[in-house]
C-alpha cells in the first residue's frame, strides 16, 4: 500500500512546485524586477479574470487574477524566459503548483531541473507525432481521471525564433503554399489538436498570449538580445506587455484540417499585432467602456495607454520573504535523509 493517497501525493508535489516557482519569481523580483502589462480583447474582459476583495477597498497588496481551474494556455514564442512570465501568471491566479508545461525532450536529461520536471508531471516532446502520441494522451488522461487543476502551457511554433526556427517556418509556408510570418514562426496545429480531443469537455476556455518585449528591433532575434543570463543580471526590460484573448470550445473547429486553417490565421492576427507592437511600443486593448470606471479611482493597476485600458502588475511576491523561503523549509525535513543516502553512497564507493 502507499503510505499516501494518490491525491495527497498530487497535493504534495503541487506544494512542492508552488514553493519551487515562488523562488524563481523571488530571484526575478531581486535580481530582474519588471511589470507585466497586460491588455485586453473584446473575448477577454478585464472583470472576466481580474477578481479584487471590495469594489470599495483596494488598497491590498496583492492582485488576484480568476482563470478557470482548468485552462489552456498558447502564446507566442519569442524567448526562453517566455514561460517565467505566463508562470507568474498563474500565480497571479494562485495557480502556479498545477501549471503543466510541454517542453522539448532534451530538456528532461538537464541535471536536477530535468529530474524535477519529470518528477511535477511535465510533458516532453521529440516533436514526432509517432513518438509523442501515446506520452501526451497518457499525460492528460491521468489529469482529467484526477480531476485536478491544471495550466496546460503551450507554444505552437515549437521553439522561440532563432534562425534555424525560420527556415523550418518558410520551408513550411512553401511546402503549402503559404505566406510566412515576419514576427513570428507559423505554428503546428498537431499537439494543441491532440491535446484538445484528450482533454475533451474537461476545458472550457483557451487563452491566447501575444508576448511583447521593449528594446528588441523587428529584425532582430529576440532570444539572442535577452538571453536568460542577460535578464538575471538586471538587463532585462522592466515591462512584459502581453495582449489576453480567449475562445470558448465551442468556438474550435473539430475537423484537423480545419482547426489547422483557424490556428494559422490567428497566427497572421498575432503577426500583425506584433508588427503594431514594433511599431508604436504597444498592444491595444478593446474599450470595454465602464468595465473599468470603479477601478480607475481606486488602483493605481488600472492605466490608461494612449486609450487602451490596461492593467499593470509588478513582477513581485505578494510576501516575498515568506514565499521565497518555502521552498527551503518545505524540504528541511529531508536534509538528515540526503546525508544519509550520501554517507552510503559514500561507504559503498570505498
Known amino acids: 500500500m502507499r503510505p499516501f493517497s494518490r491525491k495527497k501525493y498530487q497535493q504534495h508535489l503541487s506544494t512542492i ?33 481580474l477578481t479584487l476583495p471590495d469594489k470599495t477597498s483596494l488598497d491590498t497588496p496583492e492582485t488576484i487574477l480568476s482563470f478557470p481551474d482548468r485552462t489552456i494556455v498558447i502564446a507566442n514564442h519569442q524567448i526562453y524566459a517566455d514561460w517565467i ?13 498545477y ?4 517542453l522539448k525532450n532534451s530538456l528532461k ?25 501515446d506520452t501526451v494522451i497518457n499525460n492528460l488522461k491521468r489529469s482529467v481521471r484526477d480531476q485536478r487543476p491544471m495550466w496546460l502551457l503551450l507554444f505552437p511554433e515549437g521553439t522561440v525564433i532563432c534562425e534555424e526556427g525560420r527556415e523550418r517556418s518558410q520551408n513550411f509556408a512553401a511546402k503549402n503554399n503559404l505566406d510566412d510570418n ?39 532575434i529576440p532570444e539572442d538580445t535577452l538571453r536568460l543570463k542577460q535578464i538575471f543580471s538586471g538587463h532585462g526590460p522592466r515591462d512584459i506587455h502581453l495582449h489576453l484573448r480567449r475562445y470558448h470550445r465551442s468556438e474550435l473547429p473539430t475537423d484537423t484540417d480545419q482547426f489547422s486553417k483557424w490556428l494559422l490565421n490567428r497566427w497572421v492576427e498575432k503577426d500583425h499585432r506584433m508588427e503594431q507592437f514594433y511599431e508604436e511600443g504597444h498592444f491595444t486593448s478593446f474599450d470595454h467602456g465602464d468595465d473599468l470606471d470603479w477601478m480607475h479611482d481606486n488602483t493605481p493597476l488600472i492605466s490608461n495607454m494612449d486609450g487602451a485600458n490596461t492593467l499593470t502588475i509588478p513582477m513581485a511576491l505578494h ?4 514565499e521565497f523561503l518555502a521552498i527551503w523549509i518545505y524540504m528541511l525535513p529531508y536534509v538528515p535523509l540526503i546525508y544519509i543516502l550520501y554517507r552510503l553512497v559514500s561507504y559503498l564507493l570505498q
Open 17 to 49: 512546485l508552488a514553493s519551487w516557482a515562488q523562488s524563481l519569481f523571488g530571484l526575478m523580483q531581486f535580481l530582474a524586477p519588471c511589470n507585466l502589462i497586460l491588455y485586453f480583447d473584446e473575448s477577454c474582459p478585464p472583470a472576466s479574470i
Open 85 to 97: 512570465y505566463v508562470w507568474f501568471l498563474s500565480y497571479l491566479a494562485g495557480a502556479h503548483g
Open 99 to 102: 501549471i503543466k508545461i510541454m
Open 109 to 133: 536529461y538537464v541535471p536536477f531541473f530535468g529530474a524535477g520536471m519529470c518528477v511535477m508531471d511535465f510533458i516532453f516532446m521529440k516533436r514526432r507525432l509517432i513518438d509523442d502520441k
Open 182 to 220: 515576419l514576427y513570428t514562426l507559423l505554428p503546428r496545429s498537431t499537439g494543441l489538436k491532440l491535446c484538445l480531443d484528450t482533454l475533451e469537455e474537461s476545458i472550457e476556455w483557451m487563452y491566447d498570449l501575444t508576448i511583447g518585449y521593449p528594446g528588441i528591433q523587428p529584425d532582430e
Open 319 to 322: 510576501h516575498p520573504v515568506k
